[in-house]
């Protein structure tokens, strides 16, 4: 199932070479959709709970894995492996693709063929979910790098008018990033004799020097991807840029590949480094939540407003991240979870009202309540869900990171939590502008009420999960409560 769920997405990205540009769109929904099979399959294919627990060394193992030798002279390892810290990112970025696959078959974006537009976006797939799924530094970092080239080339082909500077500037500093993972990845595996990240859970084998010099390295590789503040300025413009689909994507997952990363391999592998850096990582983190939120205050386009907002939801998961507790480490997961669900919502929906608008000016998009009813609808849900209001999925994440930052004690987390709670204010703020300038008031550029039947079939499974995880928490957090138990300890 380990292996389907990765070859699936490319064997179908390697057949759309061959077929027939007519045939494209059908096969890549199909194998999409064949790629979740293995992905629902993972959770009841196991006895072993969601992870097994050992106390000495504390370690996570994982209740599906698979371990093969692949390079025998180099001690290289194709290992792949899913627990409850991973399961929830892998099941968003199989659901994600098949909603872009349909989506893109019934309206695709200006641009090349629809043909390599999907066939991009299942490698896409196929380099995300083994990311998620490695167990192996290595392995790890070399799916890290598929999903560079195939993002970059989405940017470039299908989007707006400056897209290849914003493509130019995505790939720029991604490679900054991945100069410093490969750094980082190598220092490990050199110090340690092995690349098994399940073997150096707890920083096993490694001194506290080491730790500190790859943590760092690990920190800024992260935080690129994430991305977090300051290193976030590609992202504004490359989700300006980026088709629906492509802003979809880089959103609802792969910004998760950063987070992640800082979770699975910053804070398991090399602890000693992130409790050393995380005072820091706090202040970074609130430093992203309000500067997020000052600066979509100040936005006058939709998907840039959506782009910042960005920023200041992963500062929310950074600072969980930071506390390294219990709390802040589930936090941060299902913030990860909640931010792919709800920012994927609001970048279909802007595509959606760029598409009939042709504009995406807030001071051209007034009276969406009289004009498109159901879209304007849509949007307060995707607005007020992001914004954190309690029982939608944003809540919880946001809300439990301040928590975490309270519980660690002290005069610099307790000041740190405050001025967070003041940022999620300030979200509240812009999103309820953004829903002033668009949804109400005068009405501006007519915009199309009719919504198609894909439409609905992309955005409704994001909106019934929204609402889920927001009434049930437990469905994220059940999964990641004895993993990150044994990460923390």
Same mark, same amino acid.
């Given at each position: 199932?380990?292996?389907?769920?990765?070859?699936? $997405?490319?064997?179908?990205?390697? #057949?759309?070479?061959? #077929? =027939?540009?007519?045939?494209?769109?059908?096969?890549?929904?199909?194998?999409?959709?064949?790629? %979740?099979? =293995?992905?629902?399959?993972?959770?009841?294919? /196991?006895?072993?709970?969601?992870?097994?627990?050992?106390?000495?060394?504390?370690?996570?193992?994982?209740?599906?894995?698979?371990?093969?030798?692949?390079? =025998?002279?180099? /001690?290289?390892?194709?290992?792949?492996?899913?627990?409850?810290?991973?399961?929830?990112?892998?099941?968003?970025?199989?659901?994600?693709?098949?909603?872009?696959?349909?989506?893109?078959?019934?309206?695709?974006?200006?641009?090349?063929? $629809?043909?390599?537009?999907?066939?991009?976006?299942?490698?896409?797939?196929?380099?995300?979910?083994?990311?998620?799924?490695? #167990?192996?530094?290595?392995?790890?970092?070399?799916?890290?790098?598929?999903?560079?080239?195939?993002?970059?080339?989405?940017?470039?082909?299908?989007?707006?008018?400056?897209?290849?500077?914003?493509?130019?500037?995505?790939?720029?500093? &991604?490679?900054?990033?991945?100069?410093?993972?490969?750094?980082? *990845?190598?220092?490990?595996?050199? /110090?340690?004799?092995?690349?098994?990240?399940?073997?150096?859970?707890?920083?096993?084998?490694?001194?506290?020097?080491?730790?500190?010099?790859?943590?760092? %390295?690990?920190?800024?590789?992260?935080?690129?991807?994430?991305?977090?503040?300051?290193?976030?300025?590609?992202? $504004?413009?490359?989700?300006?840029?980026?088709?629906?689909?492509?802003?979809?994507?880089?959103?609802?997952? %792969?910004?998760?590949?950063?987070?992640?990363?800082?979770?699975?391999?910053?804070?398991? *592998?090399?602890?000693?480094?992130?409790?050393?850096?995380? $005072?820091?990582?706090?202040?970074?983190?609130?430093?992203?939540?309000?500067?997020?939120?000052?600066?979509?205050?100040?936005?006058?386009?939709?998907?840039?407003?959506?782009?910042?907002?960005?920023?200041?939801?992963?500062?929310?998961?950074? #600072?969980?991240?930071?506390?390294?507790?219990?709390?802040?480490?589930?936090?941060?997961?299902?913030?990860?979870?909640?931010?792919?669900?709800?920012?994927?919502?609001?970048?279909?929906?802007?595509?959606?009202?760029?598409?009939?608008?042709?504009?995406?000016?807030?001071?051209?998009?007034?009276?969406?309540?009289?004009?498109?009813?159901?879209?304007?609808?849509?949007?307060?849900?995707?607005?007020?869900?992001?914004?954190?209001?309690?029982?939608?999925?944003?809540?919880?994440?946001?809300?439990?990171?301040?928590?975490?930052?309270?519980?660690?004690?002290?005069?610099?987390? &307790?000041?740190?939590?405050?001025?967070?709670?003041?940022?999620?204010? %300030?979200?509240?703020?812009?999103?309820?502008?953004?829903?002033?300038? +668009?949804?109400?008031?005068?009405?501006?550029?007519?915009?199309?009420?009719?919504?198609?039947?894909?439409?609905?079939?992309?955005?409704?499974?994001?909106?019934?999960?929204?609402?889920?995880?927001?009434? +049930?928490?437990?469905?994220?957090?059940?999964?990641?409560?004895?993993?990150?138990?044994?990460?923390?300890?």
């Amino acid at each position: 199932m380990l292996v389907a769920a990765v070859a699936l $997405p490319a064997a179908g990205a390697a #057949l759309l070479s061959v #077929l =027939p540009i007519r045939f494209a769109g059908p096969t890549a929904t199909g194998f999409a959709a064949a790629a %979740l099979i =293995p992905i629902i399959v993972l959770p009841f294919g /196991h006895d072993r709970g969601w992870a097994t627990y050992a106390a000495d060394p504390p370690t996570v193992s994982p209740w599906a894995e698979l371990d093969l030798s692949w390079v =025998p002279a180099l /001690h290289l390892h194709f290992h792949l492996g899913v627990d409850g810290v991973s399961y929830p990112l892998v099941a968003l970025t199989g659901l994600l693709t098949l909603l872009c696959c349909a989506y893109t078959m019934w309206r695709p974006p200006a641009g090349g063929s $629809p043909r390599t537009l999907l066939g991009l976006l299942l490698i896409l797939e196929a380099g995300i979910l083994g990311t998620f799924l490695s #167990l192996d530094l290595i392995l790890f970092f070399l799916f890290f790098e598929v999903t560079l080239l195939p993002m970059y080339a989405v940017i470039a082909g299908w989007g707006g008018e400056d897209r290849r500077r914003a493509a130019r500037k995505f790939v720029l500093y &991604t490679l900054f990033g991945s100069v410093l993972l490969l750094i980082g *990845v190598l220092t490990v595996a050199v /110090h340690a004799g092995t690349a098994d990240i399940v073997a150096l859970t707890g920083g096993i084998g490694l001194s506290k020097g080491t730790q500190y010099a790859a943590f760092a %390295l690990f920190a800024v590789a992260f935080a690129v991807k994430a991305p977090l503040w300051p290193l976030h300025s590609w992202l $504004p413009d490359a989700h300006t840029q980026a088709p629906t689909v492509g802003s979809v994507i880089l959103a609802g997952v %792969l910004l998760k590949m950063g987070t992640y990363g800082l979770i699975r391999v910053g804070v398991g *592998v090399t602890p000693l480094g992130a409790r050393w850096a995380a $005072p820091l990582l706090g202040i970074l983190a609130v430093a992203a939540i309000l500067a997020g939120a000052l600066i979509c205050l100040k936005q006058t386009e939709l998907k840039r407003l959506i782009a910042y907002s960005s920023v200041g939801h992963m500062g929310f998961v950074l #600072l969980g991240i930071a506390t390294l507790t219990t709390t802040g480490i589930q936090a941060a997961l299902l913030g990860n979870v909640a931010h792919g669900l709800i920012t994927g919502l609001l970048f279909f929906l802007a595509g959606a009202i760029k598409d009939r608008a042709h504009t995406g000016d807030l001071a051209d998009l007034g009276g969406l309540r009289e004009t498109a009813p159901r879209l304007a609808g849509l949007l307060g849900f995707a607005a007020i869900a992001s914004l954190g209001l309690p029982g939608l999925a944003g809540f919880w994440g946001e809300a439990f990171a301040v928590v975490a930052a309270v519980e660690r004690g002290g005069v610099l987390w &307790t000041i740190l939590a405050v001025l967070a709670a003041i940022g999620g204010a %300030l979200t509240a703020a812009y999103f309820l502008r953004l829903l002033r300038k +668009v949804t109400h008031g005068p009405v501006g550029t007519p915009v199309s009420p009719a919504i198609a039947g894909v439409e609905w079939f992309a955005w409704a499974p994001l909106v019934a999960l929204t609402l889920a995880v927001g009434l +049930v928490p437990t469905l994220v957090l059940a999964a990641t409560s004895l993993p990150v138990e044994a990460l923390i300890r």
